[in-house]
């Protein structure tokens, strides 16, 4: 079955430095993956997703993530974080055969003034 | 703009009562998802259904069922609420095809079983 894990369940980190939050998948077939960030209280908006091309994708909010298939990693990053991307991020693949999503366990992200 | 729209952003029941969360995607999506967030173990997924009256059990279907009878509309049923259903019920619809497939989601409806 496929499958995302989130390394890390809280990262925190100063306004104004780089964040890198992790995902790895395990699939045995085409993979499709996506990151979404949930703001208090609201449901989940689309960062970004892979489905095919270009290994480096480039998401809203300044956000982007590399596809490392020798790695089976989707690792999320932002040079320079702001107040305001204080939130929970959740890494999740697609499933063709089940037509289904499956999501990791989710990292909340603190910035700190 | 797209939009899936549940009908409630907070909802207290009592035990043993029949809890009825309704969903409305705008999108004409085939695809349409319930999901339940519980702290440190993400979305789980409830049922989901490709098709008018169709439906699939996902991970933790137990104590709850589904309706679609519309393309557009996917109703959630707690038929006896349970203090272990208290948490965040997330809905969810996407297309059908592959290459062009997102979920989008609503706002979420957060319940609680007093």
């Known amino acids: 079955a496929q499958s995302v894990t989130q390394l890390d369940s809280q990262v925190p980190v100063f306004e104004e430095a780089p964040v890198e939050l992790r995902c790895n998948y395990s699939?045995?077939?085409?993979?499709?993956l996506f990151w979404y960030v949930q703001y208090p209280n609201q449901g989940l908006q689309l960062l970004l997703k892979y489905l095919s091309g270009s290994t480096l994708v480039k998401g809203i909010n300044g956000f982007e993530a590399e596809f490392n298939k020798s790695q089976t990693s989707f690792h999320l990053r932002k040079p320079s974080v702001h107040i305001s991307d204080t939130a929970e991020y959740f890494c999740a693949t697609f499933s063709n055969t089940g037509n289904q999503f499956y999501f990791g366990t989710g990292t909340s992200l603190t910035v700190i003034p | 703009d797209v939009k899936v729209t549940q009908s409630s952003r907070y909802l207290v029941k009592r035990t043993g009562e029949k809890v009825f969360l309704e969903c409305v995607q705008d999108m004409d999506h085939e695809n349409m998802f319930w999901y339940r967030q519980d702290p440190g173990l993400g979305l789980r997924l409830i049922y989901f259904?490709?098709?008018?009256?169709?439906?699939e059990k996902g991970d933790i279907p137990e104590g709850y069922s589904v309706s679609r009878e519309k393309k557009e509309r996917f109703s959630l049923i707690l038929e006896s609420a349970s203090t272990n259903q208290t948490s965040m019920y997330l809905c969810a619809s996407s297309l059908w095809r592959l290459m062009n497939t997102e979920a989008f989601f609503g706002q979420g409806t957060r319940l609680t079983v007093v």
């Open positions: 259904s490709y098709d008018v009256k169709m439906k």
């Open positions: 699939s045995s077939v085409s993979v499709y």
